[in-house]
């Protein structure tokens, strides 16, 4: 047999599709602890060291299940091709991740939440990550909602659809992975908008958003309205678009609310987010929630979306929206903090352009999932214990 390589959205599309295959990871024991491939469905997927291989060839390859093609990653393809290489001379169906983990950590899957006559809007799911972004569509000109630092993947998207990127927004300051919307804007001039209520500490050339002003295309198009929604951050924002769709940023999850403790300000920002998820609560329950962040692929549709009516979401998290005064929201906030990884803090002042990093340490900063709901099940996710 010839070992082969393939793409991240190979992965991923083998992944969606259940094919028959195991995933090997070779990086060490503490790399694969912090950050490794996950898909929509259940899947093999086994860790062995590449140094294994070098000690002891026939040990390692008998810890492989046996039957099934073999996938192979690693951090930057050196020891994937090594392994390959290996399990190709025992005969194994073998092919090793381009590019190593950081391309699947980039990973942008496009997916289409609507179309209308005069507008399409897709999410961008980031597997790695748990994240998503979206694009909206109308004419020849494209808006954006928190794009991550896959810049390539943007541009190429829109070209492909003969659009231009015109405007790009931040529902708030990210911690979680550096965002894109800065060097978007600085690549293609769109305007980036971003809430005054994060970003004017910081080195951006943004335009300030208000509550309630509306967005539009050049020509015709659907409105895009802005809400502000505080308490993940105090800048957090929403964008209601066409009335029929609400980005909510790390405001509303389709299970669980963006955790208020990033900041160092528990108590503060979870007074800020009670008054906001009141406020939501008041909203049309047929307007559909397309969050910035996923706890896992249990929460898509059966179209691999994620995307669910606020009406549902209440149901899904009345443990949540239940709660009817603010201290006992604090005292929920309180009992489900958990540490947000050291990473965080670099990446705020990243996203700030208050500090520069180099594409290698931006690489190694925006892996792993993220840390940003609030609730007893993300708490359990993270720990250990779901």
């Not at 060097?183 to 958003?209: C, E, H, M, W």
């Not at 929604?229 to 980005?247: A, K, L, N, V």
């Not at 160092?264 to 307007?287: H, N, Y």
Request: hydrophobic share 40%; aromatic share 10%; glycine share 8%.
């Amino acid at each position: 047999m010839a070992l082969y390589t393939y793409e991240a959205k190979d992965l991923f599309r083998w992944l969606a599709g259940r094919t028959d295959m195991v995933v090997v990871d070779v990086r060490n024991a503490k790399d694969f602890a912090r950050f490794q491939v996950e898909g929509p469905y259940p899947f093999p997927l086994v860790n062995i060291s590449y140094y294994d291989f070098m000690e002891n060839e026939e040990e390692a390859v008998a810890r492989i299940p046996q039957g099934s093609a073999v996938r192979i990653v690693c951090a930057k393809e050196g020891s994937a091709r090594y392994v390959a290489e290996i399990l190709d001379r025992h005969g194994i169906d073998v092919g090793y991740l381009q590019g190593g983990i950081k391309t699947w950590g980039n990973l942008l899957v496009p997916k289409r939440v609507a179309g209308r006559g005069d507008y399409e809007l897709f999410q961008f799911i980031r597997p790695a990550k748990g994240s998503c972004s979206y694009g909206l569509i109308s004419g020849k000109e494209m808006m954006l909602f928190d794009p991550s630092r896959n810049l390539d993947f943007y541009l190429d998207f829109a070209a492909d659809r003969g659009c231009t990127i015109t405007k790009t927004f931040e529902t708030h300051l990210q911690a979680d992975y550096i965002a894109g919307s800065r060097d978007i804007a600085r690549r293609t001039g769109a305007v980036f908008s971003a809430n005054d209520n994060d970003f004017k500490t910081s080195n951006n050339p943004y335009t300030p958003l208000h509550d309630g002003e509306v967005h539009r295309f050049g020509l015709g198009g659907p409105p895009v309205r802005v809400l502000f929604t505080p308490g993940h951050t105090p800048g957090s924002t929403s964008f209601i678009i066409d009335e029929r769709f609400m980005i909510s940023g790390d405001t509303v999850f389709i299970d669980s609310v963006g955790r208020p403790d990033l900041g160092g300000k528990a108590e503060e920002w979870a007074g800020m987010l009670f008054a906001s998820i009141q406020m939501v609560k008041r909203l049309d329950r047929d307007l559909k929630i397309l969050p910035g962040h996923y706890i896992d692929w249990n929460e898509a549709d059966e179209e691999l979306v994620f995307v669910r009516s606020l009406g549902e979401i209440l149901e899904r998290n009345r443990d949540i929206y239940e709660i009817d005064n603010p201290a006992a929201f604090v005292a929920f906030v309180k009992a489900n903090m958990r540490p947000q990884p050291e990473e965080y803090a670099v990446i705020r002042l990243v996203n700030a352009n208050l500090r520069e990093e180099e594409d290698e340490r931006q690489e190694e900063l925006d892996l792993g999932k993220n840390e940003c709901a609030a609730s007893a099940s993300a708490k359990a996710r993270e720990t250990g214990g779901a």
